[in-house]
């Protein structure tokens, strides 16, 4: 689902994020990516969601090389990505409901479809009854959960998290995780970068490991 092949990418200021990086993430696999601040977590991430390009190498996504995707199929191919961040990035000014349906109503579906599927995503966080209010209304868990909604709403194959549990206290971490759990029991692939080695050590999950950009650890 995710190979990358000997990439490397050098940012214009001179500075290499990933030297030489190999690896394969198998389809439906969950994996935490970890390693110090600047190790290239993010860039790594950017990577697959075509936000960046190697300088060299090959990154390819269900076997879509991304070098070759043409401009104006990115957009596209981004639908099939979900991303969560730490800090969700949630509208205000727009209900709960509203901010899970943002993604669906940007692929142009229907108002029938979109109920549809905002029902079920906000239904699998467990905040169907949520739908009406604000998120200022909500607690950080709860926020964090709203993000998750609106990132598989679309049906991603593919879950990015970017430090999903920054936030949060061991148990609501641990709830999040458990909500990554089912995605991949369906057939999601998920990737998780993370700091947070306790919550890494207490899921029994392969960790890829970072160390100034190089892969230093896969198992
Ligand atoms: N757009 C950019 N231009 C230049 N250098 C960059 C850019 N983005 C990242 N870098 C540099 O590349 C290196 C890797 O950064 P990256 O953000 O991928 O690390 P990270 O592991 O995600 O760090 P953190 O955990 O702090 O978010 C760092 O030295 C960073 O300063």
Do not use: C, W
Request: avoid cysteine; charge should be neutral; glycine fraction near 8%.
């Amino acid at each position: 689902m995710i190979k990358f092949e000997q990439v490397t990418k050098r940012y214009e200021t001179g500075q290499e994020a990933l030297s030489n990086v190999s690896f394969h993430i198998e389809r439906g696999q969950m994996v935490f990516l970890t390693g110090h601040s600047g190790a290239g977590k993010s860039t790594l991430l950017k990577l697959i969601m075509r936000m960046e390009t190697p300088t060299s190498g090959r990154v390819q996504i269900a076997g879509q090389n991304l070098t070759q995707l043409d401009r104006k199929d990115i957009p596209f191919y981004r639908r099939h990505i979900g991303v969560v961040f730490q800090n969700h990035q949630l509208l205000f000014d727009r209900s709960v409901y509203e901010n899970v349906a943002l993604p669906m109503r940007i692929s142009g579906h229907s108002e029938h479809d979109i109920g549809k599927r905002v029902r079920a995503a906000l239904d699998k966080v467990g905040l169907l009854h949520k739908e009406k209010v604000s998120p200022v209304a909500l607690s950080t868990g709860e926020q964090q959960r709203v993000g998750i909604a609106r990132a598989v709403v679309n049906k991603p194959a593919l879950l990015l998290a970017d430090e999903p549990t920054g936030n949060l206290d061991p148990e609501l971490s641990q709830e999040i995780m458990t909500l990554f759990k089912d995605f991949q029991r369906v057939g999601v692939t998920v990737l998780i970068a993370s700091h947070d080695h306790e919550l890494i050590q207490s899921m029994a999950l392969p960790v890829m490991t970072l160390a100034e950009g190089q892969l230093v650890n896969f198992s």
